[in-house]
């Protein structure tokens, strides 16, 4: 089977890359070989790279400056997987895309189900819902994989932002009233390929396709989140400036785009149709923490 994989560079496609090659031949490619911004360009490489599956988890995730660049966000983000999902109904080729807790307005302290209504807060969140329902309506066999706040050990994110924050200053502020799962790269693609393989048996998403949430189990706000990554280093001998981590409001810490204060998302579908429990977000980031990541930062910066 061979299987394209988008956003090589990024933090899932990178952690797709290697359990991926369990399943088939991974042709791993970025954008100078498919260049989501130029949606009319992707049918021609399809056709040229002819994959049996596709699985999709490059995006435009840059949330704020989504706000400036709506139209590039759309592309990406909308048009271009509709493109790809036209392409891969045409040709009988699954499809599996990956999409955001950011579809939501963020109201209420309920997780959000599959079929809850979609009402994003950004461009961003507009953008993706754009792609998922360009998805549905090309029609053919799909998994769309909806995530929330994703980190790891390497790329640009949260738990990076967190430990150079400890490293060189004394005091942080971070947001204590959005609430969600930290979801590391490694347990969305082990989760992922666990997927994929139950599905080999038969046709990939006919009968189990659509959306579906995966994140971590559990729930913690970025301030819980913050305060885990700040003890895990200093459990591993990390040498901190931080003294002391402040609490503030979602108010207190004005951004361009706005996010949904309640970004949880249910869990059910995934254990009830593929018998998948997800590790809870401690668990996961002692796994990155492990990787002792922070120290070749400080050594090279
Ligand atoms: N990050 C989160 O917190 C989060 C939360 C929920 C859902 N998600 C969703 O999960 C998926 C994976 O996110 P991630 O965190 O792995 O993203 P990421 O680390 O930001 O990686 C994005 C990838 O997309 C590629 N890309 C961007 N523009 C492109 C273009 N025009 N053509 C081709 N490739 C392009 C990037 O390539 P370059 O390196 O060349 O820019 C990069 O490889 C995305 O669908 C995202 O919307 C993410």
Same mark, same amino acid.
């Given at each position: 089977m061979r299987i394209l994989l988008t956003g090589a560079t990024g933090q899932v496609g990178s952690a797709l890359y290697r359990p991926l090659s369990a399943v088939g031949n991974v042709l791993s490619v970025d954008r100078h070989v $498919?260049? +989501? &911004? =130029?949606? !009319?360009t992707i049918a021609i490489v399809l056709d040229r790279l002819r994959p049996d599956l596709i699985v999709n988890p490059a995006a435009y995730t840059a949330v704020d400056l989504a706000e400036d660049e709506r139209d590039i966000a759309f592309r990406v983000n909308g048009e271009a997987p509709g493109t790809m999902a036209r392409w891969a109904a045409a040709h009988d080729v699954p499809l599996v895309h990956f999409s955001t807790d950011? +579809?939501? !307005?963020? &109201?209420?302290?309920v997780p959000w189900l599959e079929e809850s209504q979609p009402a994003p807060l950004s461009v961003y969140g507009a953008s993706k819902f754009a792609g998922e329902q360009a998805i549905r309506d090309a029609n053919g066999r799909h998994l769309i994989v909806r995530t929330s706040w994703v980190y790891a050990a %390497?790329? =640009?994110?949260f738990l990076r932002t967190i430990a150079r924050l400890a490293l060189q200053q004394r005091e942080l502020r971070v947001v204590t009233d959005q609430r969600g799962a930290p979801t590391s790269a490694r347990i969305i693609a082990d989760a992922v390929v666990r997927i994929l393989q139950q599905e080999l048996a038969g !046709? $990939?998403? %006919? !009968? =189990?396709?659509g959306a579906i949430n995966l994140t971590a189990s559990g729930v913690t706000s970025w301030y819980g989140f913050a305060i885990a990554i700040i003890d895990g280093m200093k459990q591993r001998g990390a040498s901190l400036a931080v003294e002391n981590v402040r609490p503030i409001a979602t108010s207190d810490y004005p951004t361009k785009a706005v996010r949904p204060l309640n970004s949880r998302l249910d869990q059910r579908r995934l254990r009830e149709l593929f018998k998948i429990q997800m590790p809870f977000w401690q668990e996961a980031l002692e796994v990155e923490l492990n990787t002792h990541f922070w120290v070749s930062r400080s050594e090279t910066h």
């Amino acid at each position: 089977m061979r299987i394209l994989l988008t956003g090589a560079t990024g933090q899932v496609g990178s952690a797709l890359y290697r359990p991926l090659s369990a399943v088939g031949n991974v042709l791993s490619v970025d954008r100078h070989v $498919l260049d +989501l &911004s =130029r949606p !009319d360009t992707i049918a021609i490489v399809l056709d040229r790279l002819r994959p049996d599956l596709i699985v999709n988890p490059a995006a435009y995730t840059a949330v704020d400056l989504a706000e400036d660049e709506r139209d590039i966000a759309f592309r990406v983000n909308g048009e271009a997987p509709g493109t790809m999902a036209r392409w891969a109904a045409a040709h009988d080729v699954p499809l599996v895309h990956f999409s955001t807790d950011y +579809l939501f !307005d963020g &109201s209420g302290n309920v997780p959000w189900l599959e079929e809850s209504q979609p009402a994003p807060l950004s461009v961003y969140g507009a953008s993706k819902f754009a792609g998922e329902q360009a998805i549905r309506d090309a029609n053919g066999r799909h998994l769309i994989v909806r995530t929330s706040w994703v980190y790891a050990a %390497q790329g =640009r994110n949260f738990l990076r932002t967190i430990a150079r924050l400890a490293l060189q200053q004394r005091e942080l502020r971070v947001v204590t009233d959005q609430r969600g799962a930290p979801t590391s790269a490694r347990i969305i693609a082990d989760a992922v390929v666990r997927i994929l393989q139950q599905e080999l048996a038969g !046709d $990939l998403f %006919q !009968d =189990r396709g659509g959306a579906i949430n995966l994140t971590a189990s559990g729930v913690t706000s970025w301030y819980g989140f913050a305060i885990a990554i700040i003890d895990g280093m200093k459990q591993r001998g990390a040498s901190l400036a931080v003294e002391n981590v402040r609490p503030i409001a979602t108010s207190d810490y004005p951004t361009k785009a706005v996010r949904p204060l309640n970004s949880r998302l249910d869990q059910r579908r995934l254990r009830e149709l593929f018998k998948i429990q997800m590790p809870f977000w401690q668990e996961a980031l002692e796994v990155e923490l492990n990787t002792h990541f922070w120290v070749s930062r400080s050594e090279t910066h």
